[in-house]
């Protein structure tokens, strides 16, 4: 365990800056290209440990992927059959995103398999894919049924199925999704609320068609995968911590550039809009299937606001750092609808109203989200990540406000996304000495 001392003398942030590439998009540039048939290169790729682990389970799997000098990633393709059992246990470390797509994957694979990950991982349930995956075929057995890892899956004549997810939930469509394209027949998923569609995106970039109608996507199974170059933007989930710090601190302006600006990732600029924030997307446009655009922010006055239903899904990792921006608006903020925060990394309602309480927040715990009463002035004093790196980076943000040093313990948990998160911070602050 490493801790940090962030010095209470950051007056604002400014600057400009580029954030690292996004994870989501990370992980399926790695399983994508895996499951096509050619060469697909990707650019701007986040070396992060999340998005490690899963180049190296591929690895492990039998793909061949080698990063170039310039640090580009070229994944030589194999398709679905061309995966080979592994000889080791795929060990996905923190990564959620890892261990629930890659069961989709191989939930139509022949061959016995076995995922575990750390600790939190080991505690986040994966009933949420097992039960659609066994109803397609699949063999999945793990602790409580399925409901835990480490679980070993194989499947052999897998078929597609209509899923209604209960939760709004990318990974649990991604696992469907591309556990049905190993599948004979059709699937179709369902879901409550939109979630983030880059498996969708993505899969169209490789050749894959599919139908996307409101809330519900349908593809049928074994298709082709053909190799595409992809560009990675940054992002906006890392780019998050940036707009929160410099809306909260005076005299700040930063310009993020090459974010990626899908709406279903971008809740966080509609909310800090209607909180009276000053965020403005210049030179929008398009690349590899994914809108994209520089982000200027400026240091605003705040005001409370509720968050809650269909925004959720999209800003669902932003909620810790915006509890932070909540304690620097006037009035109320109620975040609500989000009882999917206690199956993150941590239970991120009890780790967010926590740590913040230690730094003198007016904010309290609910079922299924948090109350936050602004506006509170932060002391220092010492906080810890749990292992969560968004909770580390959200105290991190903290510090800028706070009238004492904060001490974050458990800090290396950053680099899961943000590996450098420390060192763009720093460059950006602008201290009285
Ligand atoms: O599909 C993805 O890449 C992700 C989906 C979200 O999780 P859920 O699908 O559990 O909502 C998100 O919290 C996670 O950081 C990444
Ligand atoms: C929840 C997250 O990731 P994952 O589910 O992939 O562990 C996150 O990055 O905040």
Do not use: W
Not at 190 to 201: F, G, L, V, Y
Not at 254 to 269: D, F, H, M, S
Not at 339 to 360: F, S
Request: net charge negative.
């Amino acid at each position: 365990m490493t801790e940090r001392r962030m010095e209470a003398t950051v007056k604002s942030l400014n600057g400009r800056i580029a954030v690292p590439g996004d994870k989501s998009i990370s992980h399926r540039s790695i399983m994508l290209g895996a499951l096509a048939e050619g060469r697909t290169t990707v650019e701007g790729f986040l070396f992060g440990e999340d998005c490690k682990r899963t180049v190296k389970c591929f690895q492990e799997l039998g793909v061949s992927i080698e990063q170039t000098e310039q640090g580009a990633l070229i994944i030589e393709g194999v398709g679905y059959d061309g995966l080979k059992e592994p000889t080791e246990v795929l060990d996905v470390g923190n990564s959620g995103t890892t261990i629930r797509l890659m069961l989709g994957i191989l939930a139509s694979r022949p061959f016995h398999s076995v995922l575990t990950g750390d600790a939190s991982i080991r505690k986040r349930p994966m009933d949420r894919v097992t039960v659609p995956l066994k109803q397609m075929g699949a063999v999945i057995n793990g602790r409580e049924q399925g409901r835990f890892a480490p679980l070993a899956v194989s499947g052999e004549n897998t078929s597609g199925i209509v899923y209604d997810t209960p939760v709004a939930s990318a990974q649990v469509k991604s696992a469907v999704l591309l556990a049905g394209l190993g599948a004979d027949g059709e699937t179709v998923v369902r879901e409550p609320a939109p979630s983030r569609d880059h498996t969708e995106r993505m899969l169209q970039a490789f050749g894959v068609n599919l139908e996307q109608n409101g809330t519900s996507v349908r593809l049928k199974g074994k298709q082709k995968l053909s190799a595409c170059d992809i560009r990675v933007p940054g992002d906006i989930s890392s780019a998050a911590f940036f707009l929160a710090g410099t809306a909260i601190t005076e005299a700040s302006e930063v310009y993020i550039e090459n974010v990626g600006v899908n709406p279903t990732r971008t809740g966080i600029l509609d909310v800090m809009k209607k909180m009276g924030a000053n965020v403005v997307k210049k030179h929008e446009r398009i690349d590899t299937g994914e809108p994209i655009a520089d982000l200027e922010v400026r240091s605003s006055a705040l005001t409370a606001t509720t968050v809650e239903g269909d925004d959720i899904p999209r800003l669902i990792d932003e909620i810790p750092v915006l509890a932070v921006l909540a304690t620097q608006a006037e009035g109320t903020t109620v975040i609500k609808d989000a009882a999917e925060l206690k199956v993150k990394e941590t239970n991120r309602i009890d780790t967010v109203v926590g740590q913040l309480k230690k730094l003198g927040a007016n904010i309290e715990a609910t079922e299924d989200g948090m109350v936050i009463h602004g506006r509170t002035p932060l002391k220092g004093g010492t906080v810890d990540s749990f292992g969560d790196h968004r909770i580390g980076m959200a105290m991190a943000i903290a510090s800028l406000v706070s009238e004492e040093p904060i001490v974050i313990l458990n800090q290396e948990a950053v680099d899961v996304s943000y590996p450098g998160f420390f060192e763009d911070l720093s460059n950006l602050s602008v201290t009285t000495g």
